[in-house]
Nanobody, 124 residues
Framework: VQLVESGGGLVQPGGSLRLSCAAS????????MSWYRQAPGKEREWVGR????????NYADSVKGRFTISRDNAKNTVYLQMNSLKSEDTAVYYC??????????????????WGQGTQVTVSS
């Protein structure tokens, strides 16, 4: 199993970046995919998630309206489009494949595979 993120870098506030995460070694289309991030000295934070077919997305309030997750199951790749970037978006960004557990009270998602991360730095 391999998840490889790319597309990180240095960008000015207000700018955009598009991260990619290429998957291999597992049935990509059978998994929801999530993005997480971890800033220096902080805990890893969930950014958002996309369903297996790509029709359903959910986002953390901190990125809602600025970030968009998409996927291409034919290419085994998930994307994170980040617009209107702020300095507080600076972090290492990770993609993960998540398992789903449906219960009477809702669906629970747990990351099971992780990428190595890509650094995003927002600074002037």
């Amino acid at each position: 199993v391999q998840l490889v993120e790319s597309g990180g870098g240095l960008v000015q506030p207000g700018g955009s970046l598009r991260l990619s995460c290429a998957a291999s070694g597992f049935a990509f289309s059978g998994y929801a995919m999530s993005w997480y991030r971890q800033a220096p000295g902080k805990e890893r934070e969930w950014v958002g998630r996309i369903g297996r077919a790509g029709g359903i997305t959910n986002y953390a309030d901190s990125v809602k309206g600025r970030f968009t997750i998409s996927r291409d199951n034919a290419k085994n790749t998930v994307y994170l489009q980040m617009n209107s970037l702020k300095s507080e978006d600076t972090a290492v960004y990770y993609c993960s494949a998540v398992s789903e557990r449906r219960t009477d009270s809702g669906t629970y998602y747990s990351p099971i595979y992780w990428g190595q991360g890509t650094q995003v730095t927002v600074s002037s």
